[in-house]
């Protein structure tokens, strides 16, 4: 699904803390991310159950992996869901991280 067309909150990307976050009705939902094996690798996304439902952690990968492309890495994902979204999204060239430890894994 391509949700650059889904009207939703804004996403913010804090470049210190290595995530992209929103916040929705209160809750704050993440995408965490690490820059190794020469590519941006998403480790974790979280969205709060009360804002579940709602694309939200579709928008947050994209929006990382978006960022990724932009500054010529490649997308990774150690987190399950985003490989989840790699895969569903081959147009992204993305590929799980050495880190990948299967499905329902993230690297917290």
């Known amino acids: 699904m391509d949700t650059s067309s889904i009207p939703?909150?804004?996403?913010?990307?804090?470049?210190?803390?290595?995530?992209?976050?929103?916040?929705?009705?209160?809750?704050?939902?993440?995408?965490?991310?690490?820059?190794h094996y020469g590519g941006?690798?998403?480790?974790?996304?979280r969205v709060p159950p009360a804002i579940g439902g709602r694309d939200i952690a579709a928008a947050l990968v994209?929006?990382?992996y978006d960022y990724a492309r932009a500054q010529g890495m490649k997308p990774l994902a150690t987190c399950s869901y985003a490989a989840v979204w790699l895969r569903r999204h081959p147009d992204y060239h993305g590929a799980a991280s050495p880190d990948y430890a299967g499905p329902d894994s993230c690297a917290l």
């Open 40 to 45: 941006l690798d998403i480790r974790h996304t």
């Open 8 to 35: 939703g909150p804004a996403i913010v990307h804090d470049a210190a803390a290595k995530r992209f976050w929103t916040r929705v009705d209160g809750h704050e939902a993440y995408a965490t991310y690490t820059l």
């Open 62 to 64: 994209k929006a990382a």
